[in-house]
């Protein structure tokens, strides 16, 4: 068979061949891991805030209950983030003096609201609503993580479409009586004892009956594009 390339050509054929489309098949992979890296998504990422609220303090060592401050969180789509006046409920009276609190004081004193810097931000073209997951047992931990842990508030879960269908196909891997909603530490194991096994609740068992008394939808309806992109 005659050669049709010269011998001499061979390498750069072969990089107009082979190595064209593995260079964009690169670009690619880099694009897709780009996308789902945690710079991209802003999960671990703290953003400067005005004032160093600290939730560990505030949750984990006080005990604070989220209603408390995110009043709206189970009657609203939208988790409030509290008015100033809800600090200085206490702070009129404790570390008054601090200077880590001067932003606080002056914000009451000026009436002018404390701009908080957002730590979680989805594309306005997804809808999303606290209530409805509230109601039916999924917990704030789900998908904040260990707050009463973070001294400065980071996101803890990447947010991406494929996370929030992961949990609409299967949502008994994360379901929790009610009462539960807001406690950080709760596991299924603190449910007692499953009368049909003898043994301790496992997740799967407990997210199961949970998901019959919620009335948790199916996955299709759960998956359907209409759900989120209205
Ligand atoms: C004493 C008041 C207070 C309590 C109690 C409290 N928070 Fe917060 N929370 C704040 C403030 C102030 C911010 C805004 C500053 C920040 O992001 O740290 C905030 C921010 C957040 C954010 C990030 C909001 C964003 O910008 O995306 C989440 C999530 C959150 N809180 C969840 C919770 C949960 C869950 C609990 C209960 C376990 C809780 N908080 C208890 C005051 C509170
Ligand atoms: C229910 C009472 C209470 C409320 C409400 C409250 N705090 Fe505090 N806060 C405390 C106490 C008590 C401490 C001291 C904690 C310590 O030293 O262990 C504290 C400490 C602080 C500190 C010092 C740093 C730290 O975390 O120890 C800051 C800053 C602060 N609070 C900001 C806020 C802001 C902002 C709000 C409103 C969003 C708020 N607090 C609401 C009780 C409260
Ligand atoms: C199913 C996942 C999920 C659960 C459960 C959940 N959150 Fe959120 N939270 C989110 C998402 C997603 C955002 C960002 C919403 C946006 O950017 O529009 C958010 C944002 C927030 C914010 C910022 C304000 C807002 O509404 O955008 C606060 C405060 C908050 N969550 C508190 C809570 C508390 C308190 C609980 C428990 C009662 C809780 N969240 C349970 C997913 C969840
Ligand atoms: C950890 C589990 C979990 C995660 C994560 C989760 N969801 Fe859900 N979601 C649920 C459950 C459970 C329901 C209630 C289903 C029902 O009522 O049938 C629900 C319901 C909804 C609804 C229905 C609201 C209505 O009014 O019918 C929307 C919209 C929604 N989720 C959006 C989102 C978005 C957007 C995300 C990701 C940012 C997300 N969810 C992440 C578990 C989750
Ligand atoms: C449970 C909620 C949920 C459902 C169901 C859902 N999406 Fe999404 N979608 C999101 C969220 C949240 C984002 C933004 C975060 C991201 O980009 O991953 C998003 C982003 C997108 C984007 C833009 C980002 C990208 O990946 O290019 C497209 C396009 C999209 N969705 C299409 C769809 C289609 C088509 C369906 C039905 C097969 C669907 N979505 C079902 C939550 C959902």
Redesign the pocket.
Known sequence: MAQIFPKALNPIAKMIVLGLPLLAGATGVTGAAFYRSSYATGVGEIPPQPVAFSHAHHVGQLGIH??YC?TS??SS?????PPTKTCMNCHQQIWQGADLLEPVRNSYKTNTPIEWN?????PHY?Y?N?SI??AKG???V???GRLDQMNLTMQS?T?LMEW?IA?HREPEKHLRPKEE??NMRWDASMAGKNEATGKPYTQRELGLELKEKHRVRDAVTLTNCSMCHR
């Open positions: 989220c209603v995110h969180v189970e789509g939208f988790a409030n983030i957002r730590v979680h931000n989805l997804a999303f606290h997951h509230v999924v917990g704030c789900s998908c904040h879960s947010l929030c949990c909603v807001f």
